[in-house]
């Protein structure tokens, strides 16, 4: 297949954390198809210094911003400002590195996980939310985290041992307290996958038998081998169109299936794992090169 020539003259850059400075296993698979498709690929580490005119950069490992969030923030504008192109884009990167962006979704009818936003410094504690909603476990999360960075999860009759945690968190920005459903542990959380405002493929997420986090560094494991039903498809899709940015070159919708449906965890417009293999890579790579 021929590409236009215009498009080789770009360098494409797939931004990293310097923790991550050779690439995660999926990106260097990236690398390599847009490589075998003639164009200049490389990784970016985020917070080094770079020539960004002509260049094209994707954000894909930066899983150190939400340590950084304003910098983070002000690097993606910089990359616009100094002749670069940025995807997912500045605007879409802001609106979505803050976990309110949940209560914007819920307020145009996506249903998302029963959460109180208990914004920075507020005199509220654990126990009033439990008493206030009747919930019999929680969930703790700042509204910019990854990673479950600071999550832990407490049954109502244990969130005393957690009071100082909950106000420590609580003055670095706004938390959210979420009511724990079951259904992780049994159904496990469905990541689904998105280019260009598109379904491409999807992922199951299963928690260790001793923890909730879903996530490698906790234990958790990965089925890429599922097929969602298509009612969960839709969800999803529905969901993803919901935010501002819903045709952004990647996204990835996080999920819960239960008894009411899908209940959206994150949509992730920023740094997600998207679960990548030969034939989903391709694609990926295919609308990297439609974005040019």
Request: net charge negative; charged share 25%.
């Amino acid at each position: 297949m021929n590409y236009p020539s215009a498009n080789r003259r770009t360098r494409i850059a797939l931004a990293t954390c310097e923790a991550e400075r050779a690439l995660t296993n999926e990106d260097k698979i990236l690398m390599q198809q847009l490589r075998t498709m003639g164009f200049r690929a490389e990784p970016l580490i985020w917070t080094s210094d770079a020539d960004y005119q002509d260049m094209l950069v994707v954000i894909r490992s930066c899983w150190d911003y939400h340590l950084q969030p304003a910098r983070f923030l002000q690097w993606t504008e910089s990359v616009g400002r100094n002749g670069g192109k940025l995807l997912n884009p500045a605007s879409t990167v802001r609106w979505n590195h803050d976990k309110r962006y949940l209560r914007e979704l819920q307020a145009k009818g996506v249903r998302v996980a029963p959460t109180v936003w208990v914004e920075s410094n507020a005199s509220t504690t654990l126990q009033q939310i439990v008493d206030e909603t009747g919930w019999q476990e929680i969930v703790v999360k700042p509204a910019i985290s990854a990673a479950a960075w600071q999550t832990f999860r407490r049954h109502r009759d244990d969130v005393h041992r957690s009071e100082s945690s909950f106000s420590e968190i609580g003055r670095g920005g706004c938390v959210l307290v979420q009511q724990f459903l079951t259904d992780i542990l049994i159904q496990g959380e469905w990541s689904f996958v998105f280019f260009n405002g598109i379904y491409s493929h999807a992922a199951l997420r299963h928690p260790a038998q001793s923890d909730f986090r879903v996530q490698r560094e906790f234990g958790g494991f990965v089925d890429c081998h599922v097929r969602p039903s298509p009612c969960l498809i839709d969800a999803a899709t529905e969901a993803l169109r919901q935010c501002p940015d819903a045709a952004s070159l990647y996204a990835r919708v996080d999920g819960i299936e239960t008894n009411e449906g899908l209940v959206i965890v994150e949509i992730e417009q920023i740094e997600p794992a998207l679960f990548l293999d030969d034939q989903t890579t391709a694609r990926f790579s295919h609308a990297i090169l439609g974005a040019m």
